[in-house]
């Protein structure tokens, strides 16, 4: 816990004030709600080598937030210099999409739900903030966690022009809940999606829960790591604790 309350602390001189209020926190879903991390990058593996560019799966761990399209120009820079017309990108990632859907149901994160009851119970509002715009996952946020986010809680890759890295998607989020930045925190899994969180001034942490480096989430501003989403949710009682009680 010290580690948390060094963390809350730097956050607080950084940002020049004395407290904090958190009113929201500001949640991504893939990799955080859903373990659907390892479908994705099966998906884009597969889409890879049918075009012919070599890719290791992996490395879409680390491409997680950006948008679909994002993604597919950044295989073509790679493997030919230059990005395909807008039209077959968005082509491309519908096969990468068709491919994900074709794998199943992901299952629900351990630790997700304990996660979104304890702030819930707290009266902190739950605000999804997504890049994807798979129908059938975010169908599946009503079934898995029914009650916990409101219909007008939730920012997805329509509503936003710019993806993961830039913090639109979560200053977006801040407006709809009408709260300041430091008002807020972003519970992430990937480095982009962190960068993004941190971009936009909310108290940032990163959940491991998947094969990224710890040093990738601390390179793109994480405040708190945690090594999993269990972990996570067994200590967000006293973490939010720790942000009412730690003062400058
Ligand atoms: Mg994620």
């Not at 479908?39 to 997680?64: C, N, P, Q, V």
């Not at 009408?178 to 925190?185: G, K, N, R, V, W």
Request: proline share 6%; with cysteine.
């Amino acid at each position: 816990m010290n580690d948390s309350i060094q963390a809350i602390r730097r956050y607080l001189e950084a940002n020049n004030l004395g407290c904090l209020d958190i009113k929201a926190a500001l949640i991504d879903m893939d990799g955080v709600l859903f373990d659907s991390m390892p479908l994705h990058t099966l998906a884009w593996k597969h889409l890879s080598d049918d075009l012919g560019i070599e890719a290791s799966r992996d490395e879409f761990y680390l491409y997680e937030g950006m948008t679909g399209v994002a993604t597919v120009n950044l295989l073509f820079r790679r493997r030919f210099g230059s990005e395909p017309d807008v039209e077959e990108a968005r082509r491309l990632y519908k096969v990468k999409a068709g491919y994900f859907q074709s794998m199943g149901r992901p299952a629900a994160m351990p630790g997700a739900y304990d996660m979104l009851s304890c702030l819930k119970r707290e009266g902190i509002e739950r605000v999804l903030v997504t890049g994807s715009g798979q129908p059938d996952i975010l169908r599946r946020i009503d079934d898995e966690y029914q009650g916990l986010f409101e219909k007008h809680l939730r920012i997805t890759a329509a509503d936003v022009k710019h993806g993961k890295p830039h913090p639109e998607p979560y200053l977006m989020a801040q407006q709809r809940v009408d709260a300041l930045p430091s008002q807020t925190i972003v519970i992430e899994n990937a480095p982009l999606g962190v960068e993004a969180g941190h971009a936009s001034g909310a108290f940032t942490i990163a959940i491991t829960t998947g094969p990224v480096p710890k040093q990738s989430f601390i390179d793109s501003g994480a405040d708190l790591i945690f090594d999993s989403m269990p972990q996570f949710a067994e200590q967000l009682p006293h973490l939010i604790q720790l942000f009412r009680d730690t003062s400058l």
